[in-house]
């Protein structure tokens, strides 16, 4: 039986996620894909448990040993997403670019004189002061992880610090509650619910597929990202997923499996 918990995070600077085999110039996503959770909370409990190995082989492939928590019969990690807790429409993800210059020295043969040589970059950077992932994970491992999460140290590349400020349970919604209609937050699969109106998407890595995190064919979900809450009927959401209470009368729709 599935178990779900929330961790919020501050964070101390831009982060930059970029899109799956895309060059070193390249945007990032407006807000980090699931994926990118599910390696933070990884890396986070491999530290945990004194295991720091980056690279594993599977299928005779080179892969993230994240790959062994979700190619598994059972996954331990079974969905996440996030919720900005500030209001977007004072402080929006927007994503800024930066330049970056590369440089690179190649020596004459002949002349053994150094020639300079520069190319110009950039790289997308979003700017988000907290927010709280909810992760829903595997019930065996709920205490573990839980415990875990407090050494989630980045979010995305190096330059993406965050600290830890608070690991919570949260529940489901099991049973049938006055209004019809939820305040939803967060992203989710586009095919999760139906009958909302949001105006973002974003295509992320499938955070359950091998390949995610073994290069190659990465297959791409498309993601409704709500900006601001989303009312969403009840009776819409998938029987795959359930809406998980965050704060006040807000809630986050995720894979229960």
Known sequence: MPKAFAVDLTFHGPIT???????TASTTYVVPPPSTFFGALYY????YVGNYQEVVEFKGRKCSPMVNWVADEKPILIDATMVINEPLHQQPPVTHTIERAFNWIEKRKKEQEEKQVFTVGYIGLSFIKSATIVYVVRDDYLRDLKRAAWGIVRIGRKEGLVSVDRVYDVEPLNSPIGAQLINALGYFPHDAAEGYNVNLYQNFPDPRDKYTYCGGDVKLITYAVATSPTRINIKGIKVDFKPVK???E???IVRWQ
């Open 17 to 23: 996620i970029k899109p799956p085999l895309l060059s």
């Open 44 to 47: 986070a409990y491999a530290s």
């Open 246 to 248: 965050i704060k006040d």
């Open 250 to 252: 807000s809630y986050v």
